[in-house]
C-alpha cells in the first residue's frame, strides 16, 4: 500500500513536516502560547479544565442570583446591560485566575495520528504520515479506521483518497460499525446534506455492504433515517437497500424515523414497506 502511495505522489509535491502541524489554534488562528481570542471554541476555562465556552463556571464563580443567571442563559447582546457588565466581570476573573493559552500538540505516528486528520480533512497531513509508515487501515482501540473517521466527518476528498488507497470498506470496529455506518452516523444538518451523501455513494461504489448491520441489529438504511439524512436515505433506498429489516427491538427504518420527527423520511420508508 505504501508503495501505492509514493507512485500516486507527485515528484512536485511538497507534503508537510509533521512539526508544522497544529502550530496554531484552528478556531481563532493564534500561535502556540498566546492567548486565545477570548471565548474560542478550542479555549480551555482554567477553573474546571473543561471548554470555556461551554462550562458551567461562569454563574458559579461570580456568584450570580437568579435573574443574572437568566440573563447569561439567553444570552442575546453582551453589549447591553446587565449582560455587559456580568461579562466584563467574567473576563476580569479569568485574568486573574489566569487564562489558559493555546499549546500546540504533536502529531502522533500512529493510528490516532492518522485517524485524526482523516477526521479532520488535512489530507496533506495524513498523506505524510502514510509516507511515514502509518498503514491506511491503522486502527485505534476499539478498531475504529481512518475511513471511518472521515466518513463519519464528511470529509469526502479524504474519504476518496483512502478509498483509492486501498482502505478496506468491509472493516468493522468493536461496535460493529463499517465506515457506511458510520457515514451517517452524524445529523445531516451537521455538514453539507449533499457531501453526506456524496461519501455514502463513494463507499457504495467501492463494495459497502448495504444491509450490514452492527450490534444492534441497525442498517445504514437505519442509520440515516434515525440522523434525518435525507439524500443518503433516498441514495440508499435507490441503490435497493431494504426498508423492512428491524433491528434487534424489532425496529424499522421507518419506525426510526417517526421516532425522531423525521415526517418526510418516514413517508418515503413508508412506501417501501407496504
Same mark, same amino acid.
Given at each position: ?157 479524504? &474519504?476518496?483518497? /483512502?478509498? !483509492?488507497? @486501498? +482502505?478496506?470498506?468491509?472493516?468493522? %470496529?468493536?461496535? $460493529?460499525? #463499517? =465506515? *457506511? ?18 461519501? &455514502?455513494?463513494? /463507499?457504495? !461504489?467501492? @463494495? +459497502?455492504?448495504?444491509?450490514?448491520? %452492527?450490534?444492534? $441489529?441497525? #442498517? =445504514? *438504511? ?53
Amino acid at each position: 500500500m505504501l508503495s501505492w502511495f509514493k507512485r500516486s505522489t507527485k515528484p512536485e509535491e511538497k507534503l508537510p513536516e509533521l512539526s508544522e502541524w497544529n502550530r496554531e489554534c484552528d478556531d481563532c488562528q493564534v500561535e502556540d502560547g498566546d492567548l486565545h481570542e477570548l471565548f474560542c471554541t478550542r479555549e480551555r476555562c482554567p477553573f474546571c479544565g473543561g471548554q470555556l465556552i461551554s462550562c458551567n463556571c461562569l454563574p458559579e464563580v461570580l456568584h450570580l442570583n437568579e435573574t443574572e443567571r437568566r440573563v447569561v442563559d439567553e444570552y442575546v447582546d453582551d453589549e447591553v446591560e446587565p449582560l455587559k457588565s456580568i461579562m466584563a466581570r467574567w473576563k476580569s476573573t479569568l485574568g486573574e485566575k489566569g487564562r489558559v493559552p493555546f499549546r500546540s500538540t504533536p502529531l502522533t505516528v500512529d493510528a490516532d495520528g492518522v485517524i485524526l486528520t482523516a477526521a479532520r480533512g488535512e489530507l496533506f497531513f495524513l498523506r505524510r504520515l502514510l509516507v511515514e509508515g502509518v498503514p491506511v487501515d491503522a486502527t485505534n482501540e476499539v478498531n475504529y479506521t481512518p475511513l471511518m473517521a472521515a466518513a463519519r466527518s464528511s470529509q469526502i476528498e479524504v &474519504v476518496r483518497f /483512502l478509498l !483509492e488507497a @486501498g +482502505a478496506d470498506v468491509h472493516r468493522r %470496529d468493536q461496535y $460493529g460499525h #463499517t =465506515p *457506511l455506518h458510520c457515514a451517517v452516523g452524524s445529523p445531516a444538518s451537521r455538514f453539507n446534506d449533499e457531501t453526506q451523501q456524496s461519501c &455514502v455513494q463513494e /463507499l457504495v !461504489e467501492y @463494495g +459497502a455492504e448495504l444491509e450490514a448491520k %452492527d450490534e444492534s $441489529g441497525s #442498517t =445504514p *438504511l437505519m442509520g440515516a433515517a434515525w440522523f434525518g439524512c435525507l439524500r443518503a436515505v433516498q441514495y440508499l433506498l435507490d441503490k435497493g437497500a431494504s426498508a423492512k429489516i428491524v433491528d434487534s427491538k424489532g425496529r424499522t427504518a421507518e419506525s426510526l424515523a417517526w421516532e425522531r420527527g423525521h415526517a418526510e423520511i418516514a413517508e418515503i420508508l413508508a412506501g417501501r414497506t407496504s
